[in-house]
């Protein structure tokens, strides 16, 4: 099965930077997704990390430890429409129908 | 424009009374998948398709049922719904069965059964 943990909130100054971190624990592994969701509306795809390290997206880096079984979102240059949830989501080892498992978010606040 | 558009967006009903929230997608997606979304849970799926006529159960199908007549439809039917399946519903698609790809949802569907 799957277990994903993240934070419930957070809270940030606009301008600064932050880190929302995912740990999972899963019976097979193939890459882990971010997505970001405003209240009230849909997910929207931020980013997919299959090997281990940084990858940077503008103001918005992801960063994977497969052997850790750890992952962060690092969100630079906080802007108040950065507001949002945060979802981690897990995708098992490739093969077959595979079912993305997701977290329960983080919310993330961002204050003038 | 690419989009998964789901209807209705808000729904308030009775115990009992059948309701069905259509989703259609125009990018000719393979995978179609229906999630709800609870406070505290997460984002979880209920039922997921991989092709026309293909569908089955996700992790919370109790209550709930689907077709996939025609790729871009996928309907969630509620026959009987109670008051436990108050929820914002999720319907999202991708391009094929590999779980590597991302998905793209819908606005969502707030359903209220009172």
């Known amino acids: 099965g799957q277990n994903i943990d993240q934070p419930t909130e957070m809270t940030a100054t606009e301008g600064a930077i932050v880190q929302i971190n995912c740990t999972y624990q899963?019976?097979?592994?193939?890459?882990l997704f971010w997505y970001q969701q405003h209240a009230g509306e849909a997910p929207t795809f931020l980013s997919y990390?299959?090997?281990?390290g940084l990858e940077e997206k503008g103001r918005f880096s992801s960063f994977l430890s497969r052997s850790k079984g750890y992952s962060y979102l690092l969100l630079k240059e906080l802007q108040m429409k950065d507001s949002a949830s945060y979802l981690c989501?897990?995708?098992?080892?490739?093969?077959?129908?595979?079912?993305?498992?997701f977290g329960t978010g983080t919310k993330l606040q961002v204050i003038p | 424009e690419a989009q998964v558009t789901q209807n209705p967006r808000y729904l308030i009903t009775v115990t009992g009374k059948k309701l069905t929230v259509t989703c259609s997608q125009n990018?000719?997606?393979?995978?179609m998948s229906w999630y709800r979304q609870d406070p505290g849970l997460g984002l979880r799926q209920i039922y997921y398709?991989?092709?026309?006529?293909?569908?089955d159960k996700g992790d919370v199908p109790e209550g709930y049922k689907v077709s996939r007549k025609e790729k871009r439809n996928f309907p969630l039917i509620l026959e009987s719904p109670s008051p436990n399946q108050t929820s914002l519903y999720f319907c999202?698609?991708?391009?094929?069965?590999?779980?590597?790809?991302?998905?793209?949802f819908g606005d969502g569907t707030r359903l209220s059964i009172l």
């Open positions: 999202a698609s991708r391009e094929g069965h590999e779980g590597n790809q991302p998905q793209h």
């Open positions: 899963t019976s097979g592994f193939n890459g």
């Open positions: 990018m000719n997606h393979e995978y």
């Open positions: 398709s991989m092709n026309v006529e293909v569908t």
């Open positions: 990390n299959v090997l281990d």
């Open positions: 989501a897990v995708s098992p080892r490739s093969g077959g129908y595979q079912k993305v498992t």
